[in-house]
Nanobody, 116 residues
């Protein structure tokens, strides 16, 4: 199974920015970023295909940007204009293309983003 290590989270004020990274031990054509806030279910926020096509949840569209470095097997998420409602633990995962369904049941530890 692919191993996932997320990093880059932190505490920022509203309007601030962060860049999250996800190091994956293997390649997957489609990858996604997810987040889970306290008391809420995990939700998909951004996805990218090997073709470069990107999909964003409506709540983050225009503020978040997903990208990947194939050579480094690393996925990124640039978070701009952060809002308190973006506070959550952020995870990455390989996904079924065109869906928010993870291909793995073994999630990484995630990275905490806190916006005040």
């Amino acid at each position: 199974h692919v191993q996932l290590v997320e990093s880059g989270g932190g505490s920022v004020q509203a309007g601030g920015s962060l860049r999250l990274s996800c190091a994956a031990s293997g390649y997957s054509y489609c990858m996604g970023w997810f987040r889970q806030a306290p008391g809420k279910e995990r939700e998909g926020v951004a996805a990218i295909e090997g073709s470069g096509d990107k999909t964003y949840a409506r709540s983050v569209s225009g503020r978040f940007t997903i990208s990947r470095d194939f050579g480094k097997n690393t996925l990124y998420l640039q978070l701009n204009n952060l809002k308190p409602e973006d506070t959550a633990v952020y995870f990455c995962a390989p996904i079924h293309c065109g869906t928010w369904t993870s291909l793995t049941k073994l999630w990484g530890q995630g990275t905490q983003v806190t916006v005040s």
